[in-house]
Each structure stands twice: as C-alpha cells, then as structure tokens.
C-alpha cells in the first residue's frame, strides 16, 4: 500500500530531433571564398558574384561596340555616302547597321580570335580566372585601338588626366584610350567621308550650271543629278570600292 501512495513523477516522451538540413555542396565554399575576396583575400569570386558580373557587363555590350571596335568609323563613312548620293532612306538604317556590324566583324576578327585563344579557351578550360580573362582580352582589343589612335589624340587626354608620359604603347591606360580612340576615329571617318562627297559635288555643280543656263531654273538639280550619281556610282563598283576602302583603312 505504500507503495502505491508514492507518486513517481511523470516524464513526457522526449520529441525526436529535427533533423538538420543539409548544405548544398559547394555553397559553403563559394561563400567562404565571396568573404575573402571582399576582405582581401585571394580566393576567387563565387559563381553567383561572376554571373552578376557578367550580367552586369551585358548592359554596357553596345556601348564597348561602339567604343572599343571598328564599328563607329564604318556606320559614319556609310551614313556619309547615303547622304552625298542623295538618298534620304535608301539604304534604310537597319541595312546600314547591318553592314556596318558584319564589316565590323571582318576587321575585328583577328582581334576576336586572339581575345578566344588568350582568354576564352583557358578560362573554359580552367586555367585562369574571371579577372584574369577579362584582362587578357582587354590587352587584344588594347593593341587594336592603339594602332587606330593618333598620338596627338593620346597626348591631349593624356594631359587633361594628368597622366603620362608613356613608355610604350601598351602603358596607355584605358581612360585615356578611349576618348583618344573615338576622337580619333571620327576625325578618320569624316576625312573619309569628305573624299567621298567630292565627285558628287562635283555632279550636283555640273548639273545646277546646266539647268540655270538653260532657263530652267525652276528645276530642282536634285531630281536631275540624282540618277547620274546613281550611273557613277555603280559604274565604279561603289559598293565593292567603298567596303573594301574601309576595310583596308583598318590595315596597319
């Protein structure tokens, strides 16, 4: 009986642990190695920072065409001719930026095949990093606007950054590449284009004189000139002389 009068006191049946999730292989790393490089480390970026990078680097595509390649030169000398022709939307633009974007294309392929064996096959491969690919590329397309860079260009920016001198060509830094590069390349197209504009002008006078002795002065000279230009144009392989003009301007 006394036994029975003891009260034992009762023990509630223990809950079974939560189990633990488990951590995704390889995210540990990638932000241990996210930690280090913000705080100095040498450990490379994680996949999330490159693809926000690269992200990133897809927003400014147009302006590194139009900045970094051929592209600016060859879309003004061709707005130029359509301009001395006397043809408002003939090419239209699209036909223009598309010629101009695959010409671009042939001029820069040396350039992109270096940047593919320097850069873009070893990083594919494994053997360098993110920033180092980016660098590697930006030396090809470093010695391609080089080339295409007056010094006196190079030399006024050079001044305004307070930068310089150089040793060599390939101690110019980006910020003062680039302005110095477009400069240069506009001055270059519009030399072009002014070349180009003479034999039309040279029409357009012919034909004003012509009209204007004739008495015919209501005529517009435009209407009259506009198929000689035409007949000139295509006699000389305009198309062929200027494509290949341009293509050859790159050549140094």
């Given at each position: 009986m006394t036994a029975m009068l003891v009260a034992f006191p009762a023990f509630a049946q223990a809950a079974p642990a939560a189990p633990i999730a488990p951590v995704a292989p390889g995210v540990g790393d990638g932000i241990d190695r996210a930690l280090g490089q913000l705080g100095g480390g040498q450990a490379p970026l994680s996949l999330s920072l490159q693809v926000l990078i690269i992200m990133g680097l897809l927003t400014i595509l147009p302006s590194l065409l139009l900045m970094m390649t051929s592209f600016t030169r060859i879309v003004i000398v061709l707005a130029i001719l359509r301009q001395a022709l006397g043809l408002q939307n003939s090419p239209p633009?699209?036909?223009?930026?598309?010629?101009s974007l695959?010409?671009?294309l042939f001029v820069m392929a040396p350039t992109i095949s270096d940047v593919n064996t320097r850069a873009i096959q070893p990083y594919s491969a494994g053997k360098i990093e993110a920033t180092q690919?980016?660098?590697e590329g930006g030396k090809s397309f470093h010695a391609f606007m080089i080339k295409q860079t007056r010094v006196?260009?190079?030399?006024?920016?050079a001044g305004m950054a307070k930068s310089g001198p150089y040793a060599n060509p390939a101690d110019v830094p980006f910020a003062v590449l680039l302005p110095a590069f477009v400069t240069s390349e506009l001055k270059t197209a519009f030399q072009?284009?002014?070349?180009?504009?003479?034999?039309?002008?040279?029409?357009?006078?012919?034909?004003?004189?012509?009209?204007?002795s004739l008495g015919m002065m209501m005529l517009s000279p435009?209407?009259?000139s506009l198929p000689f230009k035409l007949l000139l144009f295509v006699l000389v392989d305009g198309w062929a002389l200027t494509m290949g003009s341009l293509a050859n301007s790159f050549v140094s």
């Amino acid at each position: 009986m006394t036994a029975m009068l003891v009260a034992f006191p009762a023990f509630a049946q223990a809950a079974p642990a939560a189990p633990i999730a488990p951590v995704a292989p390889g995210v540990g790393d990638g932000i241990d190695r996210a930690l280090g490089q913000l705080g100095g480390g040498q450990a490379p970026l994680s996949l999330s920072l490159q693809v926000l990078i690269i992200m990133g680097l897809l927003t400014i595509l147009p302006s590194l065409l139009l900045m970094m390649t051929s592209f600016t030169r060859i879309v003004i000398v061709l707005a130029i001719l359509r301009q001395a022709l006397g043809l408002q939307n003939s090419p239209p633009n699209q036909v223009l930026i598309g010629l101009s974007l695959f010409l671009s294309l042939f001029v820069m392929a040396p350039t992109i095949s270096d940047v593919n064996t320097r850069a873009i096959q070893p990083y594919s491969a494994g053997k360098i990093e993110a920033t180092q690919m980016i660098a590697e590329g930006g030396k090809s397309f470093h010695a391609f606007m080089i080339k295409q860079t007056r010094v006196k260009d190079v030399t006024m920016f050079a001044g305004m950054a307070k930068s310089g001198p150089y040793a060599n060509p390939a101690d110019v830094p980006f910020a003062v590449l680039l302005p110095a590069f477009v400069t240069s390349e506009l001055k270059t197209a519009f030399q072009i284009g002014f070349l180009i504009f003479l034999p039309f002008i040279v029409i357009d006078l012919v034909v004003a004189t012509v009209l204007m002795s004739l008495g015919m002065m209501m005529l517009s000279p435009q209407i009259i000139s506009l198929p000689f230009k035409l007949l000139l144009f295509v006699l000389v392989d305009g198309w062929a002389l200027t494509m290949g003009s341009l293509a050859n301007s790159f050549v140094s």
